[in-house]
């Protein structure tokens, strides 16, 4: 069966330090990935997406960047985090574009809180 | 501009009794509906879903209508359960973007379930 992890769980940061969430599914071959984010209060906000190795969309224009180094991994980052980056953020992944899901399977989450 | 939304931030009901939960989109694209079910500090789970062929879809408790002409959709609990108490989530895709399966959610809303 298919797995997602995410971490770090839990992180705070300073404003201005580097990030890195990283996420790895199991259990599947060519997945699409999300990143997506809910800020207090607020509802899920696509950030980005890769339908594969190295193709990267973003949705926002924001201070992170996303990398898909190996097919199953996805990587968020910041080089200097300000206070508006803390939330939660969320890993996720589906099936390929005709593979018949439709549904985003989701990771626990990383809460960040930038100080 | 919200392209998925969800009116109703939160929601009381007693045990036993019926949630409904509404949703609009405004992107005559959209061909696929979703509803997530999420707790505090975890990842949003799939629940249910349904689409634009259909104007129904029931799964045990859970029942989603399509209204295509109004742009609307509901999620129907019944009967209500105090584990059922979390922030739902409306969601609508394209199916076949060439994007991907992107998913546009909806500010959530959250339902309480009184004993």
């Known amino acids: 069966s298919q797995t997602i992890h995410q971490w770090p769980a839990t992180l705070v940061q300073p404003v201005g330090s580097p990030l890195s969430l990283e996420c790895t599914v199991e259990?599947?071959?060519?997945?699409?990935l999300y990143w997506y984010r809910q800020a207090a209060g607020r509802g899920l906000q696509l950030l980005f997406y890769s339908v594969g190795i190295g193709q990267i969309s973003s949705e926002v224009p924001q201070n992170l960047s996303a990398s898909r180094p190996q097919d199953r991994q996805f990587i968020l980052s910041s080089k200097k985090l300000l206070l508006s980056d803390s939330g939660f953020y969320l890993c996720a992944w589906s099936g390929g574009l005709y593979s018949g899901a439709n549904v985003l399977t989701f990771g626990a989450g990383s809460r960040l809180t930038v100080l | 501009d919200q392209q998925v939304k969800q009116n109703s931030p939160s929601l009381s009901v007693q045990e036993g009794r019926i949630s409904i939960l509404n949703c609009d989109y405004t992107n005559s694209m959209f061909d696929y509906f979703l509803w997530y079910k999420k707790y505090p500090a975890e990842g949003p789970t799939f629940l249910i879903s349904?689409?634009?062929?259909?104007d129904k879809n029931e799964d045990g408790r859970f029942t989603v209508f399509l209204n295509k002409s109004a742009k609307h959709l509901s999620l129907h609990i019944v009967p209500s359960q105090p584990g059922d108490s979390a922030v739902y989530f409306c969601a609508a895709s394209a199916y076949f973007s060439a994007a991907g399966n992107k998913l546009t959610f909806g500010g959530g809303t959250r339902v309480l379930v009184k004993p």
């Open positions: 349904i689409s634009s062929i259909k």
């Open positions: 259990g599947t071959s060519n997945p699409n």
